[in-house]
T-cell receptor, first 114, second 113 residues
Framework: DGGITQSPKYLFRKEGQNVTLSCEQNLNHDAMYWYRQDPGQGLRLIYYSQIVNDFQKGDIAEGYSVSREKKESFPLTVTSAQKNPTAFYLC?????????????FGSGTQLSVL | AQSVTQPDIHITVSEGASLELRCNYSYGATPYLFWYVQSPGQGLQLLLKYFSGDTLVQGIKGFEAEFKRSQSSFNLRKPSVHWSDAAEYFCVEGRSNDYKLSFGAGTTVTVRA
């Protein structure tokens, strides 16, 4: 079955540590997104990518980095510069050719600071 | 600042009553607009979407939304709410010049018997 796989489901970060969240999709979607969900703030866009080897900062990119070396993969690194990383992270994708299509979401990664 | 504003953080409505959730967008050109719903412990589900054409859009679960360019709004409505409609609702704006999709902060709907 096609879909988006996020791993791990739970992740713990120590102070000063970088951690990477995985997002893989087998939907053949070109566009991929990373959102952070905090209570009362909805989903805030971190980074997005329209095609391989290209990505753009979203609204809260500071302290995060991404890569898009393969169409199916869009990993997110939470760096030590992100001072408040505890949140639920959602990866999403949609087909290319226009935005008039729904987003497909992964099941999310809950990141906590030790 | 968020480009999509949902002015109501929390709405309580009686079962069987009508519901309207407000959404204001900021994109100057014609945006892509969506409403998603997230039920407790569940993923996000698309209710409806708008890009062009008829400004009144019908969605799933009996929901509809109306695009009003003069008010930069895309309000979601349902004539008669069911207890299962208790959830968090998100308005989403997409911009035609790139693939950025921005969510509003969400409105939590509580349904009382």
């Amino acid at each position: 079955d096609g879909g988006i796989t996020q791993s791990p489901k739970y992740l713990f970060r120590k102070e000063g540590q970088n951690v990477t969240l995985s997002c893989e999709q087998n939907l053949n979607h070109d566009a991929m997104y990373w959102y952070r969900q905090d209570p009362g703030q909805g989903l805030r866009l971190i980074y997005y990518s329209q095609i391989v080897n290209d990505f753009q900062k979203g609204d809260i990119a500071e302290g995060y980095s991404v890569s898009r070396e393969k169409k199916e993969s869009f990993p997110l690194t939470v760096t030590s510069a992100q001072k408040n990383p505890t949140a639920f992270y959602l990866c999403a994708s949609t087909i290319s050719g226009g935005l008039n299509e729904k987003l497909f979401f992964g099941s999310g990664t809950q990141l906590s600071v030790l | 600042a968020q480009s999509v504003t949902q002015p109501d953080i929390h709405i309580t409505v009686s079962e069987g009553a009508s519901l309207e959730l407000r959404c204001n967008y900021s994109y100057g050109a014609t945006p892509y607009l969506f409403w998603y719903v997230q039920s407790p412990g569940q993923g996000l589900q698309l209710l409806l979407k708008y890009f062009s054409g008829d400004t009144l859009v019908q969605g799933i679960k009996g929901f509809e939304a109306e695009f009003k360019r003069s008010q930069s709004s895309f309000n979601l409505r349902k004539p008669s709410v069911h207890w299962s409609d208790a959830a968090e609702y998100f308005c989403v704006e997409g911009r035609s010049n790139d693939y950025k999709l921005s969510f509003g902060a969400g409105t939590t709907v509580t349904v009382r018997a």
